[in-house]
């Protein structure tokens, strides 16, 4: 199987070890491991004290499987397979697709999204949002031309990265009677979900409201532990999972017993780390909506309404990716320009997950004023 480069990893590959700001990752800063083992129980101390380093179970730790089924209304642990997102994205996309297939997925997109749906010999269309009054809109009637006979799945991923767009409920069931009406499967890429700003826009994981679905979610976004390298998948359809879980064994077999042992106390702790999340990207929000006031000439932004990332117009005559190159070079910040999501060249993403934002941002206030 061939499969282009994920551009948007090889830029971070470039750049994110060696720059001094990163003005763009979607992730928050990430716990300590000894942050996470002071909020464990004596129990769970001692499940991590004594925790061997053998093979695990290939569908998960069962008390995490446990513990993730209770994040779904309805599900039971056997709905549930651990497993790393990318892992779970490159076998869902194996398991329910076969060339010649047609597939819609929301665009600009995290590249593996829809990749791997091309590698396997499908046809891709892409669902484009509007810009409105400098917010994006995703138009579920714009979803429903693009559906064809061969139509199998639609992927999707609320609240979006890199658009912070989440939509409403309204629109979220329209999607699902469009998808419903035809048989149509469903690959809901959640990995942002519960990081809306106002918990009145949270969305049900598709997994709880349409039957043909998958939904995908993991420690990397939502709890700040991407480095747990850990995710998992819940869908309803037996015969999905069955054949997702055989795949696995040509990947990556089990979990790593550590990271499974963490992600359960993190979970059992999942209010703490999610509060403390929220409360960085609404500050970072702030400084960076202020920044493109006093910025107007250079960036257009409508304040996001979920995730830690926003998709930014870049009102300067240079296309992004040259923008983003001297950038870092002249400043040592590192931001993500459009070209690596194949989306035009007048977008940049910012990420709100960072600490340190205000730094990188008068230092790129200095910068613009100098020079563009
Ligand atoms: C939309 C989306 N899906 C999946 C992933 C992959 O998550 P992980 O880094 O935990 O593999 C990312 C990571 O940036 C993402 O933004």
Same mark, same amino acid.
């Given at each position: 199987?061939?499969?282009?480069? !994920?551009?948007?990893?090889?830029?971070?590959?470039?750049?994110? !070890? &060696?720059?001094?700001?990163?003005? &763009?990752?979607?992730? /928050?800063?990430?716990?300590?491991?000894?942050?996470?083992?002071?909020?464990? #129980?004596?129990?769970?101390?001692?499940?991590? #004290?004594?925790?061997?380093?053998?093979?695990?179970?290939? &569908?998960?730790?069962?008390?995490?499987?446990?513990?993730? @089924?209770?994040?779904?209304?309805?599900? &039971?642990?056997?709905?549930?397979? *651990?497993?790393?997102? +990318?892992? @779970?994205? !490159?076998? =869902?996309?194996?398991?329910?697709?076969?060339?010649?297939?047609?597939?819609?997925?929301?665009?600009?997109?995290?590249?593996?999204?829809?990749?791997? @749906?091309?590698?396997?010999?499908?046809?891709?269309?892409?669902?484009?949002?509007?810009?409105?009054?400098?917010?994006?809109?995703?138009?579920?009637?714009?979803?429903?031309?693009?559906?064809?006979?061969?139509?199998?799945?639609?992927?999707? #991923?609320?609240?979006?990265?890199?658009?912070?767009?989440?939509?409403?409920?309204?629109?979220?069931?329209?999607?699902?009677?469009?998808?419903?009406?035809?048989?149509?499967?469903?690959?809901?890429?959640?990995?942002?979900?519960?990081?809306?700003?106002?918990?009145?826009?949270?969305?049900?994981?598709? /997994?709880?409201?349409?039957?043909?679905?998958?939904?995908?979610?993991?420690?990397?976004?939502? !709890?700040?532990?991407?480095?747990?390298?850990?995710?998992?998948?819940? /869908?309803?359809?037996? =015969? *999905?999972?069955?054949?997702?879980?055989?795949?696995?064994?040509?990947?990556? %077999?089990?979990?790593?017993?550590?990271?499974?042992?963490?992600?359960? %106390?993190?979970?059992?702790?999942?209010?703490?780390?999610?509060?403390?999340?929220?409360?960085?990207? =609404?500050?970072?929000?702030?400084?960076?909506?202020?920044?493109?006031?006093?910025?107007?000439?250079?960036?257009?932004?409508?304040?996001?309404?979920?995730?830690?990332?926003?998709? *930014?117009?870049?009102?300067?005559?240079?296309?992004?990716? @040259?923008?983003?190159?001297?950038?870092?070079?002249?400043?040592?910040?590192?931001?993500?320009?459009?070209?690596?999501?194949?989306? +035009?060249?007048?977008?940049?993403?910012?990420?709100? +997950?960072?600490?340190?934002?205000?730094?990188?941002?008068?230092?790129?206030?200095?910068?613009?004023?100098?020079?563009?």
């Amino acid at each position: 199987m061939k499969i282009r480069p !994920f551009h948007l990893e090889r830029y971070f590959a470039q750049h994110e !070890f &060696s720059a001094r700001y990163l003005l &763009s990752s979607s992730d /928050c800063d990430g716990f300590s491991l000894s942050e996470i083992l002071l909020m464990a #129980n004596p129990k769970e101390r001692e499940q991590w #004290n004594s925790l061997q380093l053998g093979y695990t179970e290939s &569908s998960g730790l069962p008390e995490l499987r446990e513990e993730i @089924a209770k994040l779904y209304k309805g599900a &039971s642990p056997d709905d549930v397979f *651990v497993l790393s997102p +990318g892992e @779970a994205n !490159f076998i =869902a996309m194996n398991v329910l697709l076969q060339a010649g297939d047609h597939v819609i997925c929301m665009a600009p997109a995290y590249q593996s999204l829809y990749e791997v @749906a091309r590698s396997v010999g499908t046809d891709l269309s892409f669902w484009n949002p509007v810009l409105n009054q400098a917010a994006w809109y995703y138009d579920p009637k714009e979803l429903e031309k693009l559906i064809t006979d061969r139509t199998k799945l639609i992927i999707l #991923n609320f609240p979006h990265n890199p658009t912070g767009y989440i939509p409403t409920k309204d629109d979220y069931y329209k999607i699902i009677s469009i998808a419903r009406a035809r048989g149509i499967f469903i690959f809901a890429d959640e990995m942002y979900h519960l990081l809306e700003h106002h918990p009145q826009d949270i969305l049900p994981p598709m /997994c709880e409201v349409y039957e043909r679905s998958i939904s995908l979610w993991g420690m990397a976004k939502t !709890f700040a532990l991407a480095g747990l390298r850990l995710g998992w998948v819940v /869908c309803k359809d037996t =015969a *999905v999972m069955e054949q997702m879980k055989r795949y696995k064994d040509y990947l990556t %077999i089990c979990n790593p017993s550590t990271s499974e042992v963490l992600a359960l %106390i993190a979970l059992r702790n999942k209010h703490k780390l999610i509060e403390h999340n929220l409360k960085k990207i =609404a500050a970072n929000l702030q400084l960076f909506t202020k920044f493109c006031e006093q910025h107007s000439q250079h960036f257009q932004f409508a304040p996001t309404r979920a995730g830690s990332t926003a998709f *930014v117009k870049w009102l300067g005559k240079e296309p992004s990716l @040259a923008f983003s190159d001297k950038l870092v070079t002249n400043t040592g910040i590192m931001t993500l320009p459009a070209e690596m999501f194949d989306f +035009g060249s007048s977008h940049f993403r910012i990420g709100f +997950g960072r600490k340190n934002m205000h730094e990188p941002l008068e230092i790129l206030s200095r910068y613009l004023r100098a020079n563009y």
